[in-house]
């Protein structure tokens, strides 16, 4: 599962790149993305419009409460920072936010097994997610995940079971997050590994592509 990502362009690129009326993001995220960190997200406010927001990566759904085997709100994130979309619909970890809390989690590269890979032309694109907001008499959390599916063979190349769903097209991500949408079987033709000529592997060393 993808537990690293880089999305190193500022947020006023990323408002203009993914069609954001309002954004709430002030700082840039430029370090790589671990599980627990901020990181930007798009979704649609209570108008249908689309907004950039800083979120932390580990979703936690409003019903968590601490327990014997979850003592902390943090470990319980960090099993939660990616969900299979086979069964996203049903875990009742996930099932709320797929129904009406989905997102999109601008990318630019990421990585599998010590691989980065990105698109071809280097530009960003979403990874489909899902949001929560959890709340005590203490803090709000916002919180986020995406969602992985098989591996197409370059991601299996380099030995890995599993990618994030991709979604590169604007028709794609906006159908993403529609908000009529509530059910699965609607969106599970973008619940694929991503085609052949979508990801590259990227050189992080020298930051190129190959």
Not at 54 to 73: E, I, T
Not at 106 to 132: I, M, N, T, Y
Not at 179 to 191: F, N, Q, S, T, W
Request: proline share 9%; aromatic share 12%.
């Amino acid at each position: 599962m993808c537990h690293r990502y880089n999305v190193n362009v500022s947020p006023a690129m990323l408002a203009e790149i993914f069609d954001v009326v309002r954004n709430e993001c002030h700082d840039d995220f430029d370090q790589d993305l671990y599980p627990l960190s901020m990181g930007p997200v798009v979704r649609l406010d209570a108008d249908g419009e689309r907004e950039l927001v800083p979120m932390q990566w580990g979703l936690l759904p409003p019903w968590w409460k601490p327990s014997a085997k979850s003592k902390s709100r943090k470990s319980f994130q960090r099993q939660c920072f990616n969900a299979r979309s086979e069964t996203v619909h049903e875990k009742p970890t996930y099932r709320a936010a797929f129904k009406s809390r989905r997102c999109l989690i601008p990318v630019l590269r990421f990585d599998e097994k010590e691989h980065w890979f990105a698109q071809p032309s280097g530009e960003p694109f979403a990874f489909a997610g899902l949001w929560e907001r959890w709340r005590n008499d203490e803090e709000t959390v916002e919180s986020y995940t995406f969602l992985t599916t098989e591996p197409n063979p370059l991601i299996a190349s380099v030995g890995h079971h599993r990618m994030p769903i991709v979604l590169t097209s604007f028709e794609d991500q906006t159908r993403w997050l529609s908000p009529d949408v509530i059910d699965r079987e609607p969106l599970a033709g973008l619940l694929h590994p991503a085609g052949p000529d979508v990801l590259v592997e990227f050189n992080q060393k020298r930051r190129t592509l190959f």
